[in-house]
């Protein structure tokens, strides 16, 4: 009797582990079948972006307010105009540069620079002073580094502009996970996963608006695009279930088993890629290449990992878990929108590919494809 009571937690526990990896796969590949022109042919990355956000943004606003699962904060046009806004702004940059990359190179060689994460992230956090240049994490970068030139070196189907995008987007991500810390530590503003789609989705929607009537529209006056609506509806569902289906995960799990779920989930996305995008080659040389990368990533997860159990065993037992939520939230690969929380912080992820818009000890995952729209 009692081995049920331990067992049932923790199976559900890896289930609800199963259903991040799948959904967070299922979300990326699902973006790049819509947007190839080898397949279903909707090759207009901010249009899908939109999409996602004007999604996310309708179910959050119908939650909040028609049937009031959780209450609204109380935002101020001041802490909107400094906070929300540029938050979005750089948010809505990083969906769209990922997105556009996968019209360029395949979903394996994004997944390998994703690596990169941890390094944009760490040299934003030098240059806003919100971190200090420290040797042990500079020569984890050092490796990542190496390792992401190798697997680069190893790609057959290598695209200067698609990298380009992908790397500008990593960025744009970066300096958003920063900029959060760095904007909303100081007004204590606390969101939920829903409250966070609730300001951050529309924004993000209106910033979007600009680049697609620039870009996008014209093209889609002149060509034919075929627009399925249940294709749409599905994707962008199944991009809001990875939303939630984070928040699952990090409400019952510690960050060292995300990060080990999302190496494997890695791992089993490239291998996925090369399955259903025949034209995707892996070399051995890309193999290599990511191989050394992780470790640098591992290894620097290890540091940051270590240091978040050095900062707790100082606090008072009740701020032990807020303060491994917000480190945790803050360091996470993207993927997809990550929101540290701090006794204020917007969340957000993946965004994944994986970067969410969360707070508290928990996560969501705005649409961000990580495939930088939707999902992670």
Not at 201 to 213: K, M
Not at 255 to 272: E, H, M, N, Q, Y
Not at 354 to 368: F, I, K, N
């Amino acid at each position: 009797m009692s081995g049920k009571m331990i067992n049932r937690p923790l199976l559900l526990t890896y289930f609800y582990l199963l259903i991040y990896v799948l959904l967070s796969s299922g979300v990326i590949l699902y973006n790049k079948w819509v947007l190839s022109p080898k397949y279903f042919n909707f090759p207009l990355p901010i249009t899908l972006t939109m999409i996602h956000m004007g999604f996310s943004g309708l179910v959050a606003f119908f939650l909040v307010r028609v049937f009031k699962v959780v209450a609204p904060v109380k935002m101020t046009f001041e802490i909107y105009a400094t906070c929300v806004i540029p938050i979005s702004a750089f948010f809505a940059s990083s969906l769209w540069f990922g997105n556009t990359a996968y019209l360029h190179i395949s979903v394996a060689f994004i997944q390998m620079l994703k690596a990169l994460m941890p390094v944009a992230t760490f040299i934003m956090a030098v240059l806003c002073g919100t971190d200090k240049p420290r040797c042990d994490v500079f020569s984890n970068m050092l490796l990542v580094s190496v390792g992401v030139v190798v697997s680069s070196y190893g790609e057959i189907h290598f695209n200067v502009v698609g990298t380009l995008y992908q790397v500008t987007g990593i960025f744009a991500e970066a300096l958003r996970l920063v900029l959060t810390q760095v904007l909303l530590q100081k007004k204590g503003l606390t969101l939920n996963p829903i409250t966070s789609l609730y300001y951050i989705a529309p924004c993000s929607f209106v910033f979007l608006s600009v680049p697609w009537l620039l870009l996008e529209k014209p093209a889609m006056e002149v060509s034919q695009i075929q627009f399925n609506f249940w294709i749409f509806f599905s994707n962008a569902l199944c991009a809001l279930a990875l939303n939630f289906s984070i928040f699952l995960v990090i409400g019952r799990t510690g960050a060292v088993t995300i990060r080990v779920a999302g190496v494997l989930k890695d791992w089993i996305l490239i291998a996925l890629s090369t399955v259903i995008f025949p034209e995707s080659i892996i070399t051995r040389l890309n193999i290599i290449g990511y191989a050394i990368a992780l470790c640098g990533v591992v290894m620097y997860n290890y540091i940051k990992v270590k240091d978040v159990r050095a900062t707790a065993s100082q606090l008072p037992i009740d701020a032990i878990p807020e303060r491994i939520s917000k480190d945790w939230k803050l360091e996470k690969k993207s993927s997809d929108i990550y929101v540290p929380n701090n006794g204020g912080g917007l969340s957000s992820d993946n965004v994944d590919e994986e970067t969410p818009l969360t707070q508290s000890s928990r996560l969501s995952h705005v649409g961000r494809s990580s495939i930088g729209s939707h999902g992670a």
